[in-house]
C-alpha cells in the first residue's frame, strides 16, 4: 500500500474522532444546563407594620375623664352609637327676680321726739288741711312750730310744741295748749283743746 494513501486514511481516522470528541463535549454541557435548576425569583418584602412581634388590629379612642377636683364641662357630650357625636347643651341658668316692694311709711314717733320733727298734714274735723311744721329748733324749755294755710283759728296760732310722755303738745303764744297728739295709724291722732274736735296729722 502507498504511503500517501495510509497518510490520508490516517488524517481522516484523526479528523473523525476529534468531531466525536467535540461532540461529547457539548452534549455533556447542555445536559448538565439543563439539570441545573433555574433561579427562582423572590417574592417582594412587605414592609414592617408597628412592633416586631405585635400584631395589626384596629385602633378604638375613648374621652379622658376630668382630673380630680375639676367639674364636668357645662355641656356634657353624649357619644352616639354607630352615628355622630352630639354635644347637649345645658340648661340656660334662671334668672330670679325679686318683687321690689313699695317703700313702707316712715315710722312715726317711735324714736320719742325726733320721730316727730317734720313736715305734717293736719286734718280737721270739717276736713279742711293746712301744714304743720315741728321743727328742732328749741324756744326756751320748748321747741318751734309753725303752721300755713289753716283755716282753724287754733292751728293757725300754733309757734311751739314739745314731745312728754308720748304725746305731742301744739302750743300757742303764752303757753296755751292748742292740741294734743298721740301716734296711732302711721300718723299722730288728737283733738284741739279748746273744741274737743278730733285733729289728725299725717307726713
Known amino acids: 500500500m502507498p504511503r500517501s494513501y495510509l497518510s490520508t486514511v490516517a488524517v481522516l481516522a484523526l479528523a473523525t474522532a476529534l468531531s466525536a470528541c467535540a461532540s461529547s463535549r457539548f452534549d455533556a454541557g447542555t445536559t448538565r444546563a439543563a439539570a441545573r435548576p433555574s433561579a427562582r ?9 408597628g412592633a416586631p412581634g405585635l400584631s395589626a388590629g384596629p385602633v378604638t379612642s375613648a374621652p379622658l375623664a376630668p382630673p380630680p377636683g375639676a367639674s364636668a364641662s357645662p355641656a356634657e357630650v353624649a357619644a352616639n352609637p354607630g352615628g355622630p357625636i352630639v354635644a347637649e347643651p345645658a340648661a340656660p341658668p334662671v334668672q330670679q327676680q325679686a318683687a321690689i316692694a313699695p317703700p313702707p311709711p316712715p315710722p312715726v314717733t317711735s324714736g320719742g321726739r325726733s320721730g316727730v320733727v ?55 303764744p303764752g303757753g296755751t295748749v292748742a292740741a294734743r297728739l298721740r301716734p296711732g295709724g302711721g300718723g299722730l291722732d288728737g283733738a284741739l283743746s279748746k273744741s274737743g274736735a278730733p285733729l289728725t296729722l299725717a307726713r
Open 41 to 49: 425569583a423572590l417574592p417582594p418584602e412587605e414592609p414592617m407594620l
Open 118 to 172: 317734720g313736715g305734717w298734714t293736719a286734718r280737721d274735723a270739717t276736713g279742711a288741711t293746712c301744714r304743720v311744721t315741728l321743727a328742732s329748733t328749741p324756744a326756751l324749755d320748748l321747741y318751734k312750730a309753725s303752721s300755713a294755710g289753716c283755716s282753724n283759728k287754733d292751728l293757725a296760732k300754733v309757734t311751739a310744741w314739745d314731745y312728754r310722755d308720748g304725746e305731742v303738745y301744739l302750743y300757742q
